[in-house]
């Protein structure tokens, strides 16, 4: 059904406005909006997504730069970690956004 897919598209480009809303809070540096928007798109993408589909990376991406922002380098290694395997996993390898998941990583490599 034509209708029903359009709709499910609407509902993860809305996840998708608040992963960026919150990329742009972090800019700001309004942690507690950060929070908040991520936690609006991880509840949109939670009820629309396998827990593994590669947009669901995006959300971990945006919650390692968060822990790192707050100085919780290990919590951010972790985040990036698992955003970079569910990325790898389930992604075409010419992916546009392949360099900045390997850019994520390195940033916090041990």
């Known amino acids: 059904d034509i209708g029903a897919r359009e709709a499910a598209i609407a509902i993860l480009e809305t996840a998708d406005v608040y992963i960026h809303l919150a990329n742009c809070c972090l800019i700001a540096g309004s942690f507690t909006s950060v929070r908040a928007h991520l936690e609006k798109a991880y509840l949109i993408q939670e009820k629309s997504l396998a827990p593994d589909h590669f947009l669901t990376s995006y959300h971990l991406l945006a919650s390692g730069d968060l822990a790192k922002a707050q100085g919780d380098v290990e919590l951010a290694r972790q985040f990036y970690t ?6 790898g996993e389930t992604a075409v390898p010419q992916h546009t956004d392949w360099q900045l998941f390997k850019d994520k990583g390195t940033a916090v490599a041990p």
Not at 82 to 87: E, G, V
């Open 82 to 87: 698992k955003a970079i395997k569910i990325f």
